[in-house]
């Protein structure tokens, strides 16, 4: 029998406080849980995976009466735990309750990645049964939207390497954000290589003039300042930079009155290595300046070159 834990003491909220780090790891089967699973295990994470539903409250309330042996845990759940939205409801209901809120981070993948995946490693789905790969995948999002949809962090790990992977999992874990902030993840990318999964909001910077056929400035990323100048002298440009922040001075109060405490914004040109860098190295600036809240920013296209 699994019993309500009682509401936090002022000595449990004082060890959450000081640093108790609890992470729920979930996402689509392929989209690479096993390999940040390890990265949390090499930053010194207690990892558990593959633990029934029924368990996690228990899981729960051993981490939270043990805060020194448990000061850092990792917790896969994913459609192998049964229902997976209401494990994931008992676990948080029962660490919430001990004081400790955990961070939830989602890992997902375009289709047609995943099923390269798993025909390269040939490893089963979870889910496969009648209806084959595609049918497993279709299904799996079915069940895991819920989770996905609590989550404080999605990721689309579709066009990331490890290293890739690594540094954005060190980026959502660096940020801890006061109650009136939010936290934001600025991504910079090439629509020819697919629009983030992960963002709440896209911004499409194409009807910028393109230093890529400029034939000095080509072969020169939007961190340099001979593109970002480029780019910024251009009256388009300042004007969106108007607009775009109005727009979020605008709506990023109201995100957090809605309670939420993260924000992915994706700035997008065609190859993702000129004008669509420069915007998010200026809007990150800006939003620094504003002090909203942390800001991480992550150049996808980047290394493509």
């Known amino acids: 029998m699994v019993t309500r834990p009682a509401q936090p003491d002022a000595d449990e909220r004082r060890a959450s406080a000081d640093g108790q780090h609890v992470v729920i790891l979930s996402g689509l089967s392929g989209a690479g849980k ?31 009466s043990d805060r020194r042996r448990f ?15 209401l494990a994931l409801a008992a676990m948080r209901g029962a660490l919430e309750g ?41 299904e799996e999002r ?3 939207d819920p989770v996905r949809t609590e989550a404080d962090v999605v990721l689309d ?34 629509y020819k290589f697919g629009v983030p999964l992960e963002a709440d909001l896209v911004f499409d910077v194409r009807f910028m003039e393109n230093p890529y056929y400029v034939p ?18 251009q009256p388009v440009a300042e004007r969106f930079m108007r607009f775009l922040t109005d727009f979020l001075d605008f709506v990023v109060p109201a995100f957090v009155g809605e309670g ?19 915007v998010a190295e200026e809007l990150a600036a800006w939003l620094q300046a504003r002090e909203f809240g942390p800001v991480a920013v992550f ?7």
Do not use: M, W
């Open 299 to 305: 150049h996808r296209e980047l290394e493509r070159s």
């Open 216 to 233: 000095e400035l080509r072969h020169l990323s939007g961190l340099t300042e001979a593109v970002r100048g480029y780019v910024l002298r």
């Open 142 to 144: 079915r069940l895991l």
């Open 71 to 85: 000061e850092r845990v990792a917790i896969v759940l994913d459609v192998r735990a049964g229902d997976a939205p």
């Open 98 to 138: 001990r004081g400790i809120r955990p961070r939830i981070i989602f890992l997902e993948a375009r289709d047609e990645v995943l099923i390269r995946r798993f025909s390269e490693t040939r490893h089963r789905h979870p889910l496969d049964g009648q209806r084959g790969i595609a049918g497993s995948i279709t």
């Open 157 to 190: 790990t579709s066009d990331l390497s490890l290293r890739q992977l690594k540094e954005l999992i060190f980026a959502q874990l660096e940020d801890e954000v006061a109650p009136d902030q939010i936290a934001f993840q600025l991504i910079s990318f090439g």
């Open 34 to 64: 096993t390999a940040a699973t390890k990265l949390f295990e090499d930053l010194g994470y207690t990892t558990v995976d593959n633990l029934p539903g029924e368990l996690l409250p228990d899981l729960a309330e051993l981490v939270s």
């Open 260 to 278: 939420k405490t993260r924000l992915t914004i994706a700035i997008g040109c065609t190859g993702g290595y000129h004008r669509s860098i420069v």
